[in-house]
């Protein structure tokens, strides 16, 4: 595929379950930040697990920037664990023992799980708060460009980048992931949510996907290829946190421990990595007086700002674990999750208004912060 580089602002929203309601509040600050907050200035957007489903609402609704990031907060202001996963202790208790007598048999007497958690309730809500035919609308009208939504291929071992777009030619194939044309829809984003093990994957063009996030080692590549050259790229994972282990050492880590690790780094660790290729190419670039062109592309200098929380979304989570149902607390108690101890496991289930509440403040505030930097990064040259 060609680039043509223009000014095209990609807007770049990875995963983090809960933690995806700190996106929402960036998105308010830049909507108070911008001179004109009913124009959409991000006509290309890209997103993966919880940040595809924010992306996907976002575009639908992309004719006013400023209606659509309201109805964002307006979504997210209101988050309860039923709405997006079962929760009532019948459907868990059975889910366990399900997963027990699999466990047991050998999955002879009973099929295998599949999975924790049962989120049929999120699809309902996003086929009632996400306008799809909207997205499609407002690509016609210009409002924007293309959105992306990656998912996991389990079948081929690779990730697939959804893209809905006029231009039918935005299409790529590259080791482990491609790019393909699509109109997207609810299974779209129920697949690049789908987290392994906690929620069931899902089957698209007769191929069973799951969350975005997995064996994606370039997050930032979709909205590239699909022509911008500046990026804002919203995480929710904590930069700035300098981790020490505990001396003497800790008692064997729980399973919640080692799985909210590898949540932590399956959301986190290809940003960081792509990030930091990002930086050498530009370095290059700088060295080569602005452009480089390969074999089939131009390569320009990509400006881009990441703004992640400045405190700890753990932390926050820790305060308002009192808010989870009482059957999803046995669970993660059974796991190994105390309430007097932090746990990234829990920060991205956490799907309760009183947190969801603080992380868009967060996200607000640290959007406000920034305000030099995401006006400098928007304007146009």
Known sequence: MDNIFENKLGLVLPGGGARGAYQVGVLKAISEILPDSSKNPFP???GTSVGAINAALLAAESESFVNGVIKLNNTWGSFSSNRIYKTNPMSLFLSSLHWLLTLITAGI????????LNNDPLQRMLIEAVDFEGIQSNIDKKNIEALAVTCASYSKRSTSTFVQSNNSNLIWKKFHR??????????????????PLIFPAKIIEHQYFGDGAMR?????????????NKLLIITTNET???????????????IAEIGGYMLD???????????????????????????????NKKMKKIDYLVISPSKSINEIAQNNYHQIPLSIRLILRGLG???????????????????????????????????NEILHLTQVN
């Not at 491609?178 to 987290?195: F, P, Q, R, T, W």
């Not at 994606?216 to 911008?228: C, D, E, H, M, N």
């Not at 105390?338 to 403040?361: A, G, H, P, W, Y």
């Open 265 to 295: 780094a399956l959301f986190s660790d290809g940003l960081y990595s792509d990030l930091e290729r990002l930086d050498r190419i530009n370095q290059i670039v700088d060295n080569n007086d602005s452009s480089i062109k390969t074999n």
């Open 337 to 371: 999750v105390k309430n007097n101890r932090n746990s990234d496991l829990v920060s991205f289930l956490l799907f309760e208004s009183l947190f969801t509440r603080s992380l868009i403040e967060l996200g607000y505030e640290d959007g406000i912060a920034l305000k």
């Open 240 to 254: 700035h946190r300098d981790i020490k282990p505990k001396q003497p050492p800790s008692i064997h880590p729980s």
């Open 44 to 46: 290309i957007m890209s």
């Open 216 to 228: 994606q080692a370039t997050p930032l590549s979709p909205a590239i290829r699909l022509g911008a």
């Open 178 to 195: 491609e790019g393909k044309n699509a109109v997207i829809n609810v299974s779209h984003l129920m697949a690049s949510v789908a987290l």
């Open 109 to 116: 007497l009973v099929k295998n799980p599949k999975s924790l």
